[in-house]
């Protein structure tokens, strides 16, 4: 047995459980925040046999693509919020982040 930990943004998350649920496969949806752009982003866990885990990567790929996006940079901390304009750069997000973990025991009750 196998837990799949996959990061997605907000955007993919539906179509993601959409496609993992045709297929027969079920998970556990958790809010979670990025980093990096600060955006809304879900982490799923997977539970899936050690010859699955292929398959739902490959779902995950599928629906998770990455695409550009357009962000406004946060002000430096020696600059003041009256006089910073923020100038938007393109930057690549989307995607997944996939963690494979080996599962020692599961139980369901």
Do not use: H, W
């Not at 995950?60 to 946060?74: A, D, F, H, N, Q």
């Not at 995607?95 to 080996?102: H, I």
């Amino acid at each position: 047995m196998n837990l799949l930990i996959a990061v997605v943004q907000d955007q993919d998350v539906n179509r993601l459980l959409t496609a993992l649920l045709e297929k027969g496969y079920r998970a556990t949806k958790l809010a979670s925040t990025g980093g990096f752009l600060r955006q809304g982003n879900t982490t799923l866990l997977i539970g899936v046999k050690e010859e699955e885990v292929k398959e739902v990567n490959a779902i995950i790929k599928e629906i998770c693509r990455t695409r550009k996006g357009l962000v406004s940079p946060m002000p430096a901390l020696d600059q003041t919020l009256n006089t910073y304009i923020p100038t938007p750069i393109e930057v690549e997000v989307g995607g997944a982040t996939v963690f494979t973990l080996k599962v020692e025991s599961f139980e369901k009750m």
